[in-house]
């Protein structure tokens, strides 16, 4: 995934002034938060997020997201550890 620059923001930042980054999400229609200089979380608008997720999980069926879910965790094993503590 390519990221703008404009779009980019620290952790610290989106705490401190988090309407400034709601702001530029609707301005651009994301925004991406750093951690430790690395994208770590998007910030998208709810109604283009659920419209984009309905478009790919209707073409999808139950076995096929399932799968999809299952690589997803094992690829993120590690954070989803670390966050879990």
Known sequence: MLIDTKNMVSITEANQN????????DE?????????NRPCYLLLDFSDAEASLEKT????????LMTMARQILAEH?????VLAQ
Do not use: P, W, Y
């Open 57 to 64: 999980t209707d073409s999808l069926s139950h076995e096929e």
């Open 77 to 81: 094993r590690e954070t989803f550890e």
């Open 18 to 25: 988090f309407s400034r980054v709601a702001r530029m999400v």
């Open 28 to 36: 651009n229609g994301l925004a991406v938060i750093m951690r430790n």
